[in-house]
């Protein structure tokens, strides 16, 4: 290019403060696309929430989260406290993104062969049942029963953020497992809080949910690819559900399921739009006027051209995945934990770390952890079913299961259904931070140990 034709693009000039806040974004930006950033986060938020819960603030923390929000219009009136439209409002735009990460799972990622997905999928069922067997062992017939499902789920973003320190020690595979077993897990948590955590059943609002639904599919299949109608009646669907007594949450995940997995356009179609657009700008080159967006239509108009229809490439699914997904880890998910995650010290008594709840977390996901998602994988593995994925070796799947183990987010959800009493609430979250601190620590451990020096597989 010549020097004349350089000095006709104003917008490729150096402006003097660029190269500054460079400097400054650029690490930022790589910060917060690293792997294990939300985990740090989330390990952040629950420390600042802890000292909240144990200094001069507590009661003001407390009274904050008990603050109604109120939404009226003429008779119509929706009334939560903070904490409540946190865990039903909040959590359900997390369990949409849930949903999202899970479709793709199932269409095009390591759930979408049944050869790769057995194994993944029988681990999470068997670290599902035995922590919810030695919970109801040391429950059964008493106030405690319900919580049988705390110990079942496994916190994606805490787990996988742990494992992925270690990353340049283990094989690669073995994160891709977790992270397929983290999804499965999830699945199974949202099915157990649809199935038994439901208390009483509204059926008109219920009926109302199934046909908001039944639009929903419509959409789908009539091609109709834009976001926001599908969000509309998400919505609507989050409410009927909330009055029908089932957790609205589980609206994230059904509205997920109903979003297009597939753009509007093709990658040849978008290849041939190119192709066209790049003669149109060959030929405004030619021109001698300066070339400038703000002052040159023609121009304007055939970048938005090209990003409308690169854009239609991409399918809504995959839109608000990537749009969504920083929100709910930088944004909704410290704000659950700092909504439920606070415990009073002073009141953990040594009867409260005895207690038959706080035993039953804290077993149900260290030890029912590992043992439920070894054994299963050894069985599968054992009976033909499924072998290991290549470069992990039993060492490396043990030291995973440990990981598993983590239970944090839905645990704590799941625990907020289960019980009604403070007090159980309290046991609850106290065996649920020790469970989750000790299985984070000893698979980290195991992990390092085990994997020896730097591994081929991960590089």
């Known amino acids: 290019m010549s020097k004349g034709r350089e000095g006709r693009f104003p917008q490729e000039r150096l402006y003097p403060l660029e ?143 742990i494992l992925v320190l270690l990353a340049w020690r283990i094989p690669r595979n073995l ?6 077993l983290a999804i499965a897990d999830d699945l199974g948590a949202v099915l157990v809080i649809a199935i038994f955590y439901t208390a009483h059943i509204a059926w008109w609002a219920l009926a109302s949910a199934g046909g908001i639904f039944a639009l929903l599919l419509l959409l789908n299949q009539s091609g109709i690819r834009q976001p926001l109608p599908y969000l509309l009646l998400g919505i609507l669907l989050w409410y009927f559900l909330l009055v029908s007594g089932i957790h609205a949450s589980i609206a994230g995940i059904l509205v997920a399921m109903t979003l297009p997995a597939r753009g509007s356009i093709s990658p040849a179609q978008l290849r041939v739009t190119l192709r066209e657009r790049e003669k149109d700008l060959a030929r405004l080159l030619e021109q001698d006027a300066p070339l400038d967006p703000l002052v040159h239509p023609e121009l304007s108009h055939l970048a938005e051209e090209l990003r409308r229809t690169s854009r239609a490439m991409l399918s809504p699914q995959q839109r608000l995945e990537h749009t969504m997904g920083p929100w709910v880890t930088f944004v909704i998910l410290p704000i659950f ?123």
């Open 19 to 161: 190269p500054l806040f460079g400097r400054f974004l650029t690490p930022l930006e790589q910060f917060f696309r690293r792997a294990t950033t939300g985990g740090i986060v989330l390990i952040g938020v629950t420390l600042v929430t802890l000292l909240l819960s144990n200094s001069a603030l507590q009661a003001n923390y407390q009274h904050f989260w008990h603050q109604h929000l109120s939404l009226q219009l003429g008779q119509w009136r929706l009334d939560h406290d903070l904490q409540e439209w946190v865990n039903d409002a909040l959590m359900a735009v997390f369990f949409f993104v849930i949903g999202l990460e899970l479709k793709r799972e199932l269409l095009v990622g390591e759930l979408a062969r049944i050869s790769d997905a057995i194994l993944p999928i029988v681990a999470a069922l068997g670290g599902m049942l035995v922590p919810a067997l030695l919970f109801t062992a040391l429950n059964a017939g008493t106030v405690g029963a319900p919580g049988w499902g705390i110990p079942m789920a496994t916190d994606i973003a805490f787990a996988i953020g």
């Open 337 to 459: 934990a700092l909504a439920n995650a606070g415990v009073d010290f002073s009141q953990v008594s040594t009867a409260m770390l005895w207690s038959s709840v706080t035993l039953g977390v804290i077993l149900g996901l260290v030890l029912g952890k590992f043992v439920g998602i070894s054994l299963a994988s050894w069985l599968t593995v054992r009976m033909g079913l499924a072998q290991l994925p290549r470069g992990v070796a039993w060492r490396h799947l043990l030291g995973a299961a440990w990981l598993a183990g983590i239970g944090f987010t839905m645990s704590l959800f799941i625990s907020q259904l289960a019980f009604t009493q403070s007090e159980l609430r309290e046991e609850a979250k106290v065996g649920i931070l020790l469970a989750s601190l000790l299985a984070g620590i000893i698979g980290l451990l195991w992990l390092w140990l085990a994997s020896g020096e730097k591994t081929h597989a991960a590089c």
């Open 175 to 180: 994160l891709i497992f977790l992270t397929a």
